[in-house]
Each structure stands twice: as C-alpha cells, then as structure tokens.
C-alpha cells in the first residue's frame, strides 16, 4: 500500500519570497506522483504531475516539482509567490494499474503581503 | 471541473436521515470515485468505480452504499446518515490512462 506524508500543515510566507512545501511518499512499487491546489471554497484542482520521463515537472502559474526516487520525495516550489497562491495544496500518490489515488493531508499556504 | 457535476451544493441532514449525492460526467470516462474532505486529514477514498456495473470499496466506505448502472452517473447513498458523515463530498473521473484524477466542484454535507 502506497502513503503520503505532508508534515507541514501550514506554511506562512512573505509575498514575494520563494516557497517549499514538503512531500514523501511511500510506496513498494513505481508511482505516479500529483499536487493538487484547492483555492478558498473551491475544490481541487490538478497542479502538476509526474508519471515518467523527466523528474522536474512544472505547471502554468510558476510552481515545479521535482520527483527524488532515492529520497521518496516530490516537493512543491515557489521562486515567488503572490497573493493569489492562497491556497491549500495536497500531495497525492497513485501507483500502475493501481485505481486509487492515496492524498496527504495537505499545507495551507498563506502569504503575508 | 473536467466535466464533472454533482448536485446538491450544500445539503443539512438529520441523524438518521437518507439522501443521495449526485455524480455526473459527460466525457464517457470509465472510472469514477467519490471521497470525502475532512480537516486535516485530507481527502479519502470511500468507493470507485472503473465501469458501469462495478464497483468496490476505498478506504472509509461504511455507512455508504454505491452503484454505476450507466457510465455517466455514479450516485452516493448514506441509507441512515450520522454526525461523523459531515464532511465534504467530491466526485472525481480519471482521464483515459494517465492516472491523471479531475474532481467536480463538491458537495457540502452536514448531519445534525
């Protein structure tokens, strides 16, 4: 069975300055690895993801991941970030052929203008 | 919300109440799947489907029933409905192979 771990449950940063949010994963076999953000009262939306090729991924808005195997980890980044990055962010694993998606249990990100 | 409804938005129940959460897609996607948003625990699989006519259990499915007898819908039923259900709800579709999950905007459910 695959599991996530998100150990910062909030994160606070300045506007403007650069962002980590945290991810290991666990798993025995190959995985399929996601971050989703959920803006305030809104429901999630698919961030970025990595399912094979390149371990650096990223998405339209100026985030990337990078997909560490030796170190199980998928981080979340942020060179600067805005107002506008308010949100909660959720790491999620899958696995091949495996249906269920496994979801930590998130970082609200607030940004301090 | 990748073509993903669910219907009602918000919904008050009393204990012991039934009701049923709406789950519809029109992209033809064969898998579908419902969870359940709690504070700091993140989201929970409770029963997926990967075609009509089958489905099994996620992680947290007591207290709720499923059935897919059309591709496009996927309903959720609490038969008798408890204080711990409330929650939020979202339903989700998975795009052809990739693994890749799309969740419709969620269904906020209280049980008094």
């Known amino acids: 069975a695959q599991s996530v771990t998100q150990l910062d449950s909030q994160v606070p940063v300045f506007e403007e300055a650069p962002v980590e949010l945290r991810c290991n994963y666990s798993s025995s076999v190959s995985v399929y690895l996601f971050w989703y953000v959920q803006y305030p009262n809104q429901g999630l939306q698919l961030l970025l993801k990595y399912l094979s090729g390149s371990t650096l991924v990223e998405s339209i808005n100026g985030f990337e991941a990078e997909f560490n195997k030796s170190q199980t980890s998928f981080h979340l980044r942020k060179p600067s970030v805005h107002i506008s990055d308010t949100a909660e962010y959720f790491c999620a694993v899958s696995t091949l052929g495996n249906e269920k998606l496994t979801f930590g249990t998130g970082t609200r990100l607030t940004i301090i203008p | 919300n990748a073509g993903v409804t669910q219907t009602p938005k918000f919904q008050v129940l009393k204990t012991g109440q039934s009701m049923t959460l709406q789950c519809a897609q029109d992209m033809n996607h064969e898998y579908m799947s419902w969870y359940r948003q709690d504070p700091g625990m993140g989201l929970r699989l409770i029963h997926y489907s990967v075609g009509a006519g089958i489905t099994d259990q996620g992680e947290v499915p007591n207290g709720y029933n499923v059935s897919r007898s059309t591709t496009e819908d996927f309903p959720l039923r609490l038969l008798s409905a408890a204080p711990s259900q409330t929650s939020v709800y979202f339903c989700?579709?998975?795009?052809?192979?990739?693994?890749?999950?799309?969740f419709g905007p969620g269904t906020r459910l209280t049980v008094l």
């Open positions: 989700a579709i998975r795009a052809g192979y990739t693994d890749t999950q799309y």
